[in-house]
């Protein structure tokens, strides 16, 4: 064979190798649980998936996991400290498997940097290994019913932070409203006591209420204050 050849033969040999797919590589576990019956559950169902390799003592050798599972009942004192402690690890990722998760508990469990959350109930194989896959990329894992508590918690709080006084649509009674409602047509007390049918002095209690409460200066603040959220 010619020099020049050679040259071709090499390098479509080399292309040809070039082009053939790599094997995925398999993401690291360690799986945490302080019940040995669900640690073993678990570790059998990933232990099959080419897609997962094993450590086989998490409490000896998983600091290089890409992935720590924490499989727990619930998420007691011990396992939030037990996830505040794998999170100061920055090579690993956190995902959970719980029994059972209150709406307490799903906050205590996002304060811990717990993004994959997954109830043992629905752990089937196919599910673990998506939480494991998912976690190792920094991707979410919630339930429907949890990320729609997750939601609302997260609205309350820019409810909060964007309103000192926390005023919603529920922060006024509907007596609460309608006397405002009247203040801002321009009534006085009297004239409201009349409309309403309460007597002045009640009138007056329920404005001074509202004023103390939302931490307000005077009727005309509180007229504007609650038109300004809707409020009225």
Request: proline content about 3%.
């Amino acid at each position: 064979m010619s020099a020049s050849m050679s040259h071709v033969s090499a390098a479509v040999g080399s292309g040809l190798r070039a082009s053939r797919p790599s094997r995925p590589e398999r993401v690291t576990v360690a799986v945490y649980a302080a019940d040995p019956i669900l640690r073993v559950g678990v570790v059998q169902q990933l232990r099959q998936r080419p897609e997962v390799d094993l450590f086989a003592d998490a409490d000896a050798d998983a600091d290089g996991a890409q992935v720590s599972l924490v499989v727990v009942d619930n998420v007691d004192d011990d396992v939030a400290a037990l996830l505040h402690r794998l999170r100061l690890n920055s090579a690993t990722r956190v995902g959970l498997v719980v029994g059972t998760l209150g709406s307490g508990a799903l906050q205590r469990v996002i304060e811990c940097g717990v993004p994959a959350v997954l109830r043992r109930a629905e752990a089937d194989q196919d599910r673990l290994v998506h939480l494991v896959l998912a976690t190792a990329n920094g991707e979410g894992v919630l339930p429907g019913d949890l990320l729609g508590k997750l939601l609302s918690h997260v609205g309350s709080l820019q409810r909060s932070a964007l309103d000192p006084h926390g005023l919603s649509l529920s922060t006024l009674t509907t007596r609460e409203a309608d006397m405002l409602r009247l203040v801002s047509e321009g009534l006085d007390t009297a004239e409201i006591a009349r409309k309403t049918a309460y007597s002045e002095r009640t009138v007056k209690n329920v404005l001074h209420e509202i004023i103390t409460r939302l931490q307000l200066r005077n009727r005309a603040h509180a007229v504007g204050y609650a038109l300004r959220n809707g409020l009225i």
